[in-house]
Nanobody, 117 residues
């Protein structure tokens, strides 16, 4: 099993920045990619950004140029640095890991990000 511990959400004014962190523990050798999804009010869960253990990244178009994903493989931790936040970024942000060998994807409990105008 893999467990995820998220931190770093909060309330910020438009134009501000936040950094999210997610530390994985347990069977971390099975992890192939780590990343973030989000679900805003009335919306479906959507991709924000992911990074493989080889360093390949994938970003949603809506966050390109504003958000940066990074990963410390030795600590099994992924970060999401968010800049120039706007109210449309308000959502529950979920850390997630994609695993090898057919093991199921794991989701964190989510951390709330609220951006006020």
């Amino acid at each position: 099993q893999v467990q995820l511990a998220e931190s770093g959400g909060g309330l910020v004014q438009a134009g501000g920045s936040l950094r999210l962190s997610c530390a994985a523990s347990g069977s971390t050798s099975s992890i192939r990619s780590m990343g973030w999804y989000r679900q805003g009010p009335g919306n479906q869960r959507e991709l924000v950004a992911t990074m493989t253990d080889g360093g390949s990244t994938n970003y949603a178009d809506s966050v390109k140029g504003r958000f940066i994903i990074s990963r410390e493989n030795a600590k099994n931790t992924v970060y999401l640095q968010m800049h120039r936040l706007n109210p449309e970024d308000t959502a529950l942000y979920y850390c997630t890991v994609e695993r090898r060998w057919g093991f199921p994807r794991v989701w964190g409990q989510g951390t709330q990000v609220t951006v006020t105008s």
